[in-house]
Structure formats: structure tokens, C-alpha cells
T-cell receptor, first 108, second 118 residues
Framework: GEDVEQSLFLSVREGDSSVINCTYT??????LYWYKQEPGAGLQLLTY?????DMKQDQRLTVLLNKKDKHLSLRIADTQTGDSAIYFC????????FGTGTRLLVSP | GAVVSQHPSWVICKSGTSVKIECRSL??????MFWYRQFPKQSLMLMAT?????????EQGVEKDKFLINHASLTLSTLTVTSAHPEDSSFYIC??????????????FGPGTRLTVL
């Protein structure tokens, strides 16, 4: 079945850029998503990218997609302490398969 | 827009009782709702896909008689955990797929319900 992998943990200083990486196995994925989960809360959709795109930018967020390597990344510019959360990538169309989640810790 | 609510946000119950969790799309119609389960420090696992007016489609390994799903309207789906046991303790999250927008079929998530079975 489909598999989505992420690194477990990332620690950055406030003001730095954060890059969260994700690899997936399903080459037929049409949409890829990034979600943010704060403690004890549901998931907030941050952004998504169509599989025929290489890059998408949305304010501080930049998504890069390398279809050949099945690699997706989320770059957060000027990371703030409020960005501390767990970030999930997900792929799919009607049913989503989620990655393992990356815990981002932003220190002052 | 695209707000999904869940009720209750947390529930504690005794082993053997049944618990109902509601998922509502507040400002849009959702033809499809999804139910996920999340264990501590783990990812979300899809339990079932719920389509309005029809039976839910359960993922492999999910007991349909234990996790009853009803999607009676375009804005409401319910998950009932029957005869709950401590191993059913988890964080249950629903999502709703937006209908009728020009953008992708994006799923919007509820805030989750934490179930603790004693």
C-alpha cells in the first residue's frame, strides 16, 4: 500500500527557515497536502500542491515537489514560536494517507 | 469558511458503555466525511469513509459493528463506539470534504474528540 515517511523531529531558532521533508511511494498521487496539528487539536490545512506542479508559494510557506524522487518539502520562512506544532504531509485524492508527522520546535 | 466541529471534545466513560461522537460541517455541505483515529504521538489512521445517505466504507481491520457510522444529512455524521473498552481510548478526528468549490476536493478537519475508557 501507499507509504508516506517524514523525519520525526526538527528544531530551529526563531527567525530561521524550517524545512520539513516528506517522501511518498504512490506515483499516481494527484494531490499532496501539508497539515499542521497543535497539541490536543485537529488538523489545519496549510497548503496543497497538484502533482503537475513543481513549486507553490503561499506567504511564508513554500512547497517543493520532486515527482521523480517522490519527495515533497515544506519550507517555512522566518519561523516563529507559534509555528511549533506537528506537521503532517498527506497524499491522495478521495482518501488521504498521512505521513508519520514531524514535530517542529521553535526556540526563542 | 469550511469549519468542521466535533462534539464532545472529550469524553470519559466506563468500559462496556457506548459513546456517540458528532461531526458537523458548519458552513458548507459535505457529501463525504471521514473518520480517523490517532494514537498518542502517532499519525492519523483512516477508519471509514462516510457518504451521505449510504453505508459507510470501512478500512481493513476496522470492526463495523463496533464503530457505527451514520451520515444522515449533508452536514452531520456520527460515530458510535459500542461497548467501549480501554483499548478504544484514542483521539478521534473527523474531516469533511467540501462540495461544490472550484478548488481541489480538500478535506477540512474537526478539532478532534478525546475518548478515555476506564
Amino acid at each position: 500500500g501507499e507509504d508516506v515517511e517524514q523525519s520525526l523531529f526538527l528544531s530551529v531558532r526563531e527567525g530561521d527557515s524550517s524545512v520539513i521533508n516528506c517522501t511518498y511511494t504512490d506515483s499516481s498521487s494527484t494531490y499532496l497536502y501539508w497539515y499542521k496539528q497543535e497539541p490536543g487539536a485537529g488538523l489545519q490545512l496549510l497548503t496543497y500542491i497538484f502533482s503537475n506542479m513543481d513549486m507553490k508559494q503561499d506567504q511564508r510557506l513554500t512547497v517543493l515537489l520532486n515527482k521523480k524522487d517522490k519527495h515533497l518539502s515544506l519550507r517555512i520562512a522566518d519561523t516563529q514560536t507559534g509555528d511549533s506544532a506537528i506537521y503532517f504531509c498527506a497524499e491522495g485524492f478521495q482518501k488521504l494517507v498521512f505521513g508519520t508527522g514531524t514535530r517542529l520546535l521553535v526556540s526563542p | 469558511g469550511a469549519v468542521v466541529s466535533q462534539h464532545p471534545s472529550w469524553v470519559i466513560c466506563k468500559s462496556g458503555t457506548s459513546v456517540k461522537i458528532e461531526c458537523r460541517s458548519l458552513d458548507f455541505q459535505a457529501t463525504t466525511m471521514f473518520w480517523y483515529r490517532q494514537f498518542p504521538k502517532q499519525s492519523l489512521m483512516l477508519m471509514a469513509t462516510s457518504n451521505e445517505g449510504s453505508k459507510a466504507t470501512y478500512e481493513q481491520g476496522v470492526e463495523k459493528d463496533k464503530f457505527l457510522i451514520n451520515h444522515a444529512s449533508l452536514t452531520l455524521s456520527t460515530l458510535t463506539v459500542t461497548s467501549a473498552h480501554p483499548e478504544d481510548s484514542s483521539f478521534y478526528i473527523c474531516s469533511a470534504r467540501v462540495r461544490g468549490l472550484a478548488s481541489t476536493d480538500t478535506q477540512y478537519f474537526g478539532p478532534g474528540t478525546r475518548l478515555t475508557v476506564l
